[in-house]
């Protein structure tokens, strides 16, 4: 979890691809009207949220139900967000960066429909997890994208 251009994605392909695991990327479950809002510069409303999150969820109740474990990013940046995901055995990975950091990364990213100008929006809606919340916090920017999945690897004990 965390805003666009935190390398939730990057991190996640790394994960996936060394302990082949499931994946699932939250962007691909988003309608088209949520798509195309995004790309005309505009944030979602938490209307325009909770079907999408609601999609999710219930993939990873799948994934639940047949006891296959998962990675799927989601930038889940309110915790009612995460509360519409949170299940018994699912840990957030909170990919924490400053605003620099992130814009950095945001800015040399290509053909994705969540423009650089919208990041803002993004951080003026995080809420990060709580004490009381399942997760544990990658810091960006402390290495490679290689380094912080094996950085996050070794917080899931995986």
């Not at 950091?101 to 945001?106: A, F, I, Q, T, Y």
Request: hydrophobic share 40%; aromatic share 8%; glycine share 8%.
């Amino acid at each position: 979890m965390g805003v666009c251009g935190c390398g939730k994605t990057t991190v996640a392909e790394h994960l996936v691809d060394h302990y082949g695991l499931k994946y699932a990327e939250a962007d691909d479950f988003h309608p088209q009207a949520n798509i195309d809002k995004m790309a005309a510069g505009h944030p979602l409303t938490d209307e325009d949220r909770w079907p999408w999150l609601d999609t999710l969820a219930a993939w990873i109740d799948e994934r639940i139900a047949v006891g296959e474990p998962a990675v799927v990013t989601c930038s889940a940046l309110k915790r009612a967000y995460r509360d519409r995901l949170r299940r018994k055995g699912v840990v957030f990975v909170y990919m924490k960066g400053t605003f620099d950091e992130v814009m950095e990364r945001l800015s040399t990213r290509e053909n994705h429909f969540m423009k650089p100008e919208m990041l803002q929006s993004q951080f003026d809606i995080l809420e990060e997890p709580g004490d009381d919340e399942v997760h544990v916090a990658a810091h960006i920017g402390l290495g490679t994208p290689e380094q912080e999945a094996a950085a996050v690897a070794g917080a899931l004990h995986l």
